[in-house]
């Protein structure tokens, strides 16, 4: 319904999502839907290292466990088509297994929440055009997922002589 199909749309998106891969430089990728899967096979058409896994937009959830961790998930056109349990499925997935950063763009008018997003652990890095047909761009990356707090250490502890000694 509300797929990426004006050129100005489409291209917004696939600038998006270019400026990701070049900024991470994935060696491994893993794709879902129709922009993400064509940012993805240009990005391994220029480098011979990187490898491309294409999951189905219609039942992404089939192909898990991937076969390795991956660098970079894509994730475009899918989750406005699957239920919400489906769509926290296919994030959670990508996240628990091990991907190091994922990336994904939703229509505003979709029925996912800023909310949603954030209790996966997911920021909201932009949003993509303007009024009824603009879209959000949501990231995660497991490296600044759950920074350091200064107060988890033995000096703020009850009994910091015990710190690291007893599991109960």
């Known amino acids: 319904m509300n797929e990426p199909t004006a050129t ?3 291209d917004t998106l696939r600038a998006a999502l270019g400026r990701l891969v070049d900024s991470c ?3 491994t990728l893993v794709v879902c839907g129709a922009v993400a899967e064509d940012i993805g096979r240009h990005w391994c058409s220029h480098r011979r290292e990187a490898t491309l ?3 189905s937009p219609e039942t992404p959830n089939d192909a898990f466990p991937l076969a390795q961790t991956q660098d970079l998930a894509l994730i475009t056109d899918t989750l406005e088509h699957l239920s919400h349990d489906q769509g926290e499925r296919l994030l ?3 996240r628990n297994y091990g991907t190091h950063q994922i990336a994904v763009i ?3 008018e979709a029925h996912w929440a800023f909310t949603d997003f954030i209790g996966l652990g997911f920021q909201r890095q932009a949003t993509l055009g303007e009024g009824a047909g603009a879209f959000t761009l949501y990231t995660y990356n497991i490296d600044s997922y759950n920074h350091k707090r200064t107060w988890n250490n033995p000096d703020n502890w009850a009994n ?3 710190w690291g000694k007893a599991w109960w």
Do not use: I
């Open 25 to 27: 430089q994935p060696k």
């Open 53 to 55: 896994t294409t999951l």
């Open 92 to 94: 959670g997935q990508l």
């Open 160 to 162: 910091p002589e015990m």
């Open 8 to 10: 100005n749309e489409s």
């Open 106 to 108: 939703t229509p505003n």
